[in-house]
């Protein structure tokens, strides 16, 4: 299994440059995360999904949005790239079950650094 | 307001000494505690969580309720244990990521 798979590892883009973040994970996994870590910060929730079909916001939301048209994929899309979305940005996934007692782990891709300028 | 702290970013210990990493939470429920690891060039992945009470990699980590904190722990550091710790809270569907903490284990 190749686990989460997360795609560039790296970009440089231009204020109001588009670009889409890619991220697939093998272990049928329900649920999917995008998480943004900054320079000294824990990292931050952007959206989340708990199946196919079904998208939420994190903590973080503003200036992204996303898909999930496959239990597979997960694309983090940003529209109009700024300053203060230069970050690592991590896709996870982990197995959730509706009535589950505990949490599962969080499995998570190896990030994309994004730098805009 | 809900948070995972870790108070130290890094950490600097010799090989074969103890070290102790520590994660306070704030939490109005029942949390879930975990720490996760993130060595050099690899992804980040789970080290343990509380509610399975095992030691990993000589690791262990005690959930104090009474305290809020979830402090992790090994007797004797080694080199291969150099590596970012992030202590994290799951509740609901919330989860809270500390800052993290660098721990360096000199030769």
């Known amino acids: 299994n190749a686990g989460v798979t997360q795609t560039p590892k790296f970009r440089i883009l231009k204020i109001g440059q588009s670009m889409t973040l890619q991220c697939t994970q093998d272990?049928?996994?329900?649920?999917m995360y995008w998480y943004r870590q900054d320079p000294g910060m824990g990292l931050k929730l952007i959206y989340y999904s708990v199946g196919a079909g079904i998208t939420d916001k994190g903590e973080v939301p503003n200036g992204y949005n996303v898909s999930r048209s496959t239990t597979e994929d997960f694309p983090l899309r940003l529209e109009l790239a700024a300053p203060s979305q230069t970050s690592v940005y991590f896709c996870?996934?982990?197995?959730?079950?509706?009535?589950?007692?505990?949490?599962?782990?969080?499995?998570f891709g190896n990030g994309t650094r994004l730098t805009v300028t | 307001a809900q948070r995972v702290t870790q108070p130290e970013k890094l950490l600097s210990v010799f090989k074969g000494a103890p070290v102790e990493l520590k994660c306070n939470y704030s939490?109005?429920?029942?949390?879930?505690l975990f720490w996760y690891v993130q060595y050099s060039r690899q992804r980040l992945q789970l080290l343990l969580r509380h509610i399975s009470r095992e030691s990993i990699k000589g690791f262990t980590a005690d959930l104090n309720k009474g305290e809020t904190s979830f402090h992790l722990k090994k007797p004797f550091a080694q080199e291969e244990d150099s590596a970012m710790y992030y202590c994290?809270?799951?509740?609901?569907?919330?989860?809270?990521f500390g800052a993290g903490t660098r721990l360096f284990v000199k030769a």
């Open positions: 939490y109005s429920g029942s949390p879930e």
């Open positions: 994290v809270l799951t509740g609901g569907f919330k989860t809270i």
């Open positions: 272990m049928n996994h329900n649920y």
């Open positions: 996870a996934s982990s197995y959730g079950a509706r009535g589950q007692l505990y949490n599962s782990p969080l499995h």
